[in-house]
């Protein structure tokens, strides 16, 4: 079993920055691909970014590649996803998940941990 925790959502202008964090409970943190997803309002979640378990590979959602750059700190059980250059259309929750597939898989299964969600909002 893993647990996931987001943080570091927020009310943000235009074209600021926002980093979120996703702190994993167990100790075999290392051994997961994890991945980072959103659900706009009034729409359906969506893949934004993954990297897998060595941390060599990343994926990202041709919408937010160049501004966001999905990490992981594998000593602190956690990953990260930093925003750059934010829009109003980022507008999301946004959740962590993890899973033993590969990164590029996360991109279209299903994981199978979920954190609770950490809601970001993009004023213009």
């Known amino acids: 079993q893993v647990q996931l925790v987001e943080s570091g959502g927020g009310l943000v202008q235009a074209g600021d920055s926002l980093r979120l964090s996703c702190v994993a409970s167990?100790?075999?943190?290392?051994?997961?691909?994890m991945g980072w997803f959103r659900q706009p309002p009034g729409k359906e979640r969506e893949f934004v970014g993954a990297?897998?378990?060595?941390?060599?590979?990343?994926y990202y959602a041709d919408s937010v590649t160049g501004r966001f750059t999905v990490s992981r700190d594998d000593v602190k059980n956690t990953c990260y996803l930093q925003m750059n250059s934010l829009k109003p259309e980022d507008t999301a929750v946004y959740y962590c998940?993890?899973?033993?597939?590969?990164?590029?898989?996360?991109?279209?299964?299903?994981?199978?941990?979920w954190g609770q969600g950490t809601q970001v909002t993009v004023s213009s």
């Open positions: 990297i897998n378990w060595s941390g060599g590979s990343t």
């Open positions: 167990g100790r075999t943190f290392s051994r997961y691909s």
């Open positions: 998940a993890a899973d033993k597939t590969t990164a590029s898989a996360l991109r279209v299964t299903d994981p199978d941990y």
